[in-house]
Nanobody, 124 residues
Framework: QVQLVESGGSLVQPGGSLRLSCAAS????????IGWFRQAPGKGREGVSC????????YYVDSAKGRFTISSDNAKNTVYLQMNSLKPDDTAVYYC?????????????????WGQGTQVTVSS
């Protein structure tokens, strides 16, 4: 069955780093774009970053630029989000999502599959 599983969320101090993983099963990422989204307490869902099926097209929301890096390993069917210089405002449940597509990714697409989320808490 199609499944996305996020991992790597944790409690981290401001300025620290985390690497989130999104492992896909039941389908191959060779034909899917992957997006990372987050939902902070009391806030709506926000798109953070996405990567095309080829891994050659990347997008970051302004607040993530220069701090976050998205990457993919299609052989492992896994997408990663490296998060550096974390801020308290980054605190949220982080979700990965998949959508069929072969071109550039967009965060305003209707993604087909979603993971269960992983909690990231940035606090001293």
């Amino acid at each position: 069955q199609v499944q996305l599983v996020e991992s790597g969320g944790s409690l981290v101090q401001p300025g620290g780093s985390l690497r989130l993983s999104c492992a896909a099963s039941g389908f191959t990422l060779d034909y899917y774009a992957i997006g990372w989204f987050r939902q902070a307490p009391g806030k709506g869902r926000e798109g953070v970053s996405c990567i095309s099926s080829s891994g050659r097209s990347l997008y970051y929301v302004d607040s993530a630029k220069g701090r976050f890096t998205i990457s993919s390993d299609n052989a492992k069917n896994t997408v990663y989000l490296q998060m550096n210089s974390l801020k308290p405002d980054d605190t949220a449940v982080y979700y990965c999502a998949a959508k069929p597509g072969l071109g550039s990714c967009r965060l305003n697409w209707s993604y087909n599959y979603w993971g269960q989320g992983t909690q990231v808490t940035v606090s001293s």
